[in-house]
C-alpha cells in the first residue's frame, strides 16, 4: 500500500513538473535582434533536456565510484546503461539546442538540427499548415520544407508574424495548430464559408450518383478505360 502511495506521488510529482516546464516554454517570447525575430525553443525546456541527457549519466558515474565493477560482466552492463541513456537523451538534447527559426521582412532562416541551416523567402512560402503528428507547425517552401513545434517559444508571435505576410488561404491548413496556440484563426470568413462548401460538393456528388442509371455508371476497377486505352 505504502509502494504504491509513493510510487502514485512520484508519477504525479513528475507529470506537474514536466507541465509546468511546458507551459514555461510555451509562455516565452522570441528574441529580437537588428530586427529580426529569434524563435528557439525556451529555457525551462533545454534545461530539462540537459537534465534528461547528463543526469543519468552523471548518476551511473557515481554509482560506478561508490560501487566500482566485479566482474566483466558489471563493465559489458555500465558501457550499456552509458549507451542507452546517451542515445535516448542526445536526439532531444541536440533539438533544443540546434533548433532556431530567424524571421524578417524578406524571409525565413531556418536552422534545423538534423539537415542544416537554409532560406526561404517570403514569396517563396506555398503555405504554413499544421500537423497532428507530432504537434507540428510546417512551412512549404517551394524546395524546402520546416517544422515548428507547437513547444517554441513565442509561438503567437510567430503566427502574427505570418498572418501580416501570407493570405489566409495558404493558411488554411493551420487551423487546429491555431487552437493549440490559444490563437484566433485570422481567417473567419473561410472557417464559415469551409463548411458549406463541404456540403454542397456531397449533394453535387449524390445528385450526379441519381441521374446516372445502373448501366451508366462504370465498374469500380476501372475495367473499361483500360480497355480502351489498351485496345
Known sequence: MTGGLVGGLIAFVV??????????ARA???????????????????????????????GITVLVIVFPPKKDGDIYAIAGCYALFGCLGLPLFWEMMRFALVIDDDGLTCHSPWRGQFYI???????LTWTTMGSYFIIKGEHRWFRVSQMTAGLSAM?????????????????RGYAVAGRTFPGGEILRRAPREAFDLKRWSESR?????????????GRDDIQRGGG
Open 209 to 221: 450518383r441519381r441521374d446516372e442509371g445502373p448501366g451508366d455508371r462504370r465498374p469500380k476497377d
Open 15 to 24: 507529470a506537474a513538473v514536466l507541465m509546468g516546464v511546458m507551459v514555461l
Open 121 to 127: 523567402a517570403w514569396p517563396e512560402v506555398r503555405e
Open 28 to 58: 516565452g517570447r522570441p528574441v529580437e535582434r537588428q530586427g529580426r525575430l529569434i524563435f528557439t525553443y525556451g529555457l525551462p525546456l533545454k534545461i530539462l533536456s540537459a537534465v534528461l541527457l547528463f543526469g543519468p549519466l552523471i
Open 159 to 175: 503566427l502574427a508574424e505570418f498572418e501580416k505576410r501570407l493570405p489566409p488561404e495558404k493558411m488554411r491548413g493551420t487551423m
